[in-house]
């Protein structure tokens, strides 16, 4: 057994509290000291690192077999390519948290950066001139937490809900590091349906990642296979008439990022008008899964998407 190996075997033994706090001072000094050295030199490091202590934890294999099941006609050499990949784009994501100041360089009024490029530019000035409530959807791909700057440079201020890493030290960084910096934020917990709700009666655009296990949510499929799906979005579209956009990041070769805006979704409606929220988040699935099969390896499949636990059917 490796060191690293033994290292994760002595980890998963330690009592919970003692271990979070291990877990997340570790990752804590990690990013300090990843934060001295060049942003290519850090991010360059984080990637080769993750790519050999990936593999040693359970979740690696809970992302072969998802993408075993998703992409059926791929070589096993191509799967644990991907997933090796994901690995090294993970690191990437959690080290540019450290390095967010300097990497978004966009200006819109040049239209030009050097590690960001930006399509779909009119939609972005479009919703930032509309005195109306949007949504704006992604998933967990690329650096997605660069979305709402994007907007913020655009005049286009969103408030991004967001679920906290499980580990309260990292999260607790991670919440200090985003705000201001990206718009509000709202931790996904009760209540902050709620809180959507009010930023969009008052006119206000929203962020909502969509591409998560929701647990007793709508029954969808997601690469042919079941799932749950959230219906927070359609619903909140049903009840406020409000545009929805499509919006993703692309992480590209060198530190370079494509952000992107969709034109808005034409809703699939019930014959009273109404929206349709089992197929609404139906398309919002269709949608993030034609973005993943693009790039695969910038999307997180060490989660359990596919894991239906539903035992009763939502009202819709």
């Not at 060191?3 to 990752?27: D, H, K, M, N, Y």
């Not at 966009?106 to 930006?118: A, L, Y």
């Not at 370079?256 to 109404?274: A, D, H, I, V, Y």
Request: overall charge positive; hydrophobic content about 40%.
């Amino acid at each position: 057994m490796s060191f690293a190996r033994q290292a994760v075997a002595r980890l998963r033994r330690i009592p919970g509290t003692v271990s979070e706090w291990l877990i997340g001072q570790s990752a804590l000094l990690v990013m300090k000291t990843l934060r001295r050295l060049p942003v290519d030199t850090a991010l360059d490091f984080a990637d080769r690192w993750a790519r050999r202590l990936g593999p040693l934890f359970g979740r690696h294999r809970v992302a072969l077999d998802n993408l075993r099941q998703a992409f059926p006609e791929k070589p096993e050499a191509e799967i644990q390519q991907i997933a090796s990949d994901m690995w090294g784009h993970m690191a990437r994501l959690a080290g540019e948290y450290i390095f967010l100041d300097q990497i978004f360089d966009f200006d819109p009024e040049t239209k030009s950066g050097r590690r960001i490029e930006v399509k779909g530019e009119a939609y972005f000035l479009r919703v930032a001139a509309e005195k109306a409530p949007h949504i704006i959807f992604t998933g967990h791909l690329g650096n997605f937490e660069l979305l709402p700057v994007a907007g913020l440079s655009f005049g286009m201020p969103v408030t991004s809900m967001f679920r906290p890493p499980n580990n309260r030290y990292i999260a607790d960084y991670i919440y200090k590091s985003r705000t201001g910096a990206m718009g509000g934020l709202l931790r996904s917990r009760s209540g902050a349906a709620l809180e959507l709700a009010r930023i969009l009666e008052a006119g206000g655009n929203i962020g909502v990642l969509v591409d998560q296990k929701f647990l007793n949510g709508l029954p969808t499929t997601f690469f042919g296979r079941p799932c749950e799906s959230s219906p927070l979005l359609a619903r909140l579209v049903r009840n406020f008439e409000c545009d929805v956009y499509p919006s993703r990041c692309t992480r590209l070769p060198n530190t370079r990022f494509r952000l992107q805006m969709e034109e808005k979704l034409t809703l699939p409606r019930l014959p009273n008008g109404r929206v349709d929220i089992q197929q609404t988040a139906q398309l919002l699935n269709d949608t993030v899964e034609r973005w993943i099969r693009e790039d695969p390896a910038q999307w997180m499949w060490f989660h359990k998407r596919w894991k239906v636990t539903a035992t009763r059917k939502l009202p819709i």
